[in-house]
Nanobody, 123 residues
């Protein structure tokens, strides 16, 4: 019912910045709680940030707080993740996610996933 397509990943030096985008199609973007997750090789997919449109509320994992900013553009049906002060430990495949409920901090709450975009941070 919902298709999510990520873009904006790439190779960047430590301390640099990247802006990830997630284009959504199908049902209205604003009816879901949207989130970003990431997964490094050999590790479980972990929560990074989420946004609840109804309350314009954002949430961040401790690893992202102060460096990353999640936002959305309802008119363009697009979710963003601005990543600043990147560290090598941020290297992972980043996934856009849509949750039908208000909770979107765990994989079990995700209704739809994007295919992912790779972010690699060199030291």
């Amino acid at each position: 019912q919902v298709q999510l397509v990520e873009s904006g990943g790439g190779l960047v030096q430590a301390g640099g910045s990247l802006r990830l985008s997630c284009a959504a199609s199908g049902r209205s973007f604003s009816t879901y709680t949207m989130a970003w997750f990431r997964q490094a090789p050999g590790k479980e997919r972990e929560y990074v940030a989420a946004i609840r449109w109804s309350g314009a509320t954002t949430y961040y994992a401790n690893s992202a707080k102060g460096r990353f900013t999640i936002s959305g553009d309802n008119a363009k049906n697009t979710l963003y993740l601005q990543m600043n002060s990147l560290k090598p430990e941020d290297t992972a495949a980043y996934y856009c996610a849509a949750c039908s409920g208000y909770i979107c901090f765990d994989r079990r709450s995700v209704a739809y996933w994007g295919q992912g975009t790779q972010v690699t941070v060199s030291s």
